[in-house]
């Protein structure tokens, strides 16, 4: 079953804009990650945010989290055509193991 | 830049066959998980090993699934006999426990007619 939750399903924006997605999770976790996927392709590790941590930053990318609200935000800045993919968040609980939401499919046009 | 291997990247099969599938992960990480995505369920874990000791199987139908590492740089998942239901890309993933993220293989995309 599913623990995270990405919304929206699907984003399209142009070039040079900002694409924010939202995940939201049910249990408490220990940290929450961040994939990308491109069409036919392995998922990506981008991002990792422990759960006392509430922002970070990775190049283009910000990661926020609330864990009183189960909430977590991926904000990608100046998008570029290469940003078109599917991203997912993923909550560790405290296994090590990942539970992967459905993912928010992006397009972004030139 | 290290990669996580995985065999073969296609495989078609007839219903009831068996279907292995291979996966070497990077040299040195002690976590590797199999999961399987479709469009339906999304990515489900199947298998979670540590240390090539299975943690964690119960995503994985037991009946027909199995998964092994029979040394540090061999994970596998074998399916017998296979069923049209379990057509759908099967990834490899390691890591290291407290490492920050896990490395995907590019997949296994399985059709069984």
């Known amino acids: 079953s599913q623990q995270g939750e990405e919304d929206p399903q699907a984003l399209s924006i142009q070039e040079g804009e900002n694409a924010t997605m939202n995940c939201s999770y049910k249990?408490?976790?220990?940290?929450l990650q961040w994939y990308r996927q491109n069409s036919g392709r392995g998922l990506v590790h981008l991002i990792l945010?422990?759960?006392?941590?509430r922002e970070k930053h990775s190049g283009r990318l910000r990661v926020t989290l609330d864990t009183s609200k189960k909430s977590s935000s991926l904000l990608i800045t100046a998008s570029r055509a290469a940003d078109t993919a599917s991203y997912f968040c993923?909550?560790?609980?405290?296994?090590?193991?990942?539970?992967f939401g459905k993912g928010t499919m992006l397009l972004v046009s030139p | 830049d290290a990669r996580v291997t995985q065999t073969p990247r296609h495989k078609v099969t007839e219903m009831g066959q068996e279907v292995t599938m291979r996966c070497q992960p990077i040299l040195g990480h002690n976590t590797v998980f199999w999961y399987r995505q479709t469009m339906m369920q999304g990515l489900e874990l199947l298998a979670y090993?540590?240390?090539?000791?299975?943690?964690?199987d119960s995503g994985m139908p037991k009946d027909r699934f199995s998964a092994e590492m029979p040394d540090a740089t061999l994970a596998t998942l074998k399916i017998q006999p296979s069923e049209p239901r379990d057509s759908a890309v099967y990834f490899c993933?390691?890591?290291?426990?407290?490492?920050?993220?896990?490395?995907f293989g590019s997949g296994t995309r399985l059709t069984v007619v």
């Open positions: 993933a390691s890591g290291l426990v407290e490492w920050d993220g896990y490395t």
């Open positions: 993923a909550t560790d609980g405290g296994y090590s193991t990942l539970t």
């Open positions: 090993f540590r240390n090539r000791a299975p943690l964690d």
């Open positions: 945010i422990r759960s006392n941590e």
């Open positions: 249990t408490s976790i220990n940290n």
